[in-house]
C-alpha cells in the first residue's frame, strides 16, 4: 500500500538519501523537528515500507571492479520451472547487482560488474552454462553519468 507522506517527511527522506549517517538530532534540526518527533516519523516510515533499511554506496573502481556491463536477455521459455532456475541461478552470481524482467525486444536486464573483460567472460560463460537462453546482448559501459541516484521524492 502506498503511503501518503507530507513535506515533513519527504524532507526526512531527502535528507536521509543524501546522507544516512546523520544523527536523530542533526536530522531533527534539518528539517525544524524535535527529536522525539524526529523518531516518531521515522519510526512510521519504516513500519509502513517507505524506508526499507540503511545502506551505503561503495566505490566499484576501489574495489577493482572496473567493468560495468549490462547484459539484455531473450529467452523462448517462459514456464515456472525454467523461470526458478533463471532466477536462482541469476541471483547465485554476487557480480549481478540488478536484474529486471522487462518489456520490449529483450525479456530481462542484469547489471553485472566484474573486474575486466576475463572476468566479466567467466561470469557470461557460467550464465549460458546453466541457463538455457534464446539471445544474450552485452553492453559494456564507458562512463557512469548518472548511477545510483537518489529517488525524486
Known amino acids: ?6 513535506q515533513i517527511d519527504r524532507a526526512l527522506v531527502r535528507a ?8 536523530q ?4 534540526d534539518e528539517v ?9 516519523r521515522l519510526k512510521a516510515l519504516h513500519e509502513s515500507g517507505l524506508i526499507e533499511g540503511h545502506t551505503l554506496r561503495l566505490n566499484p573502481a576501489r574495489l577493482g571492479l572496473n567493468l560495468t556491463v549490462f547484459v539484455m536477455v531473450r529467452t523462448r521459455h517462459h ?5 526458478k532456475t533463471f532466477r536462482d541461478e541469476v541471483a547465485s552470481i554476487p557480480n549481478v547487482i540488478d536484474f529486471y524482467r522487462i ?13 575486466d573483460m576475463n572476468a566479466f567472460d567467466r561470469i557470461y560463460q557460467r550464465l549460458i552454462e546453466k541457463v538455457d537462453l534464446d539471445t544474450v546482448t552485452s553492453y559494456m559501459t564507458m562512463e557512469a553519468i548518472a548511477d545510483a541516484r537518489d529517488l525524486p521524492i
Open 25 to 28: 538530532r542533526e536530522l531533527a
Open 79 to 83: 514456464s515456472k520451472d525454467w523461470l
Open 16 to 23: 536521509l538519501q543524501r546522507e544516512a549517517r546523520l544523527s
Open 32 to 40: 525544524g523537528l524535535s527529536q522525539n518527533a524526529c523518531w516518531r
Open 1 to 6: 500500500m502506498e503511503k501518503k507522506i507530507d
Open 103 to 115: 518489456a520490449g525486444d529483450y525479456d530481462y536486464m542484469l547489471k553485472v560488474v566484474a573486474e
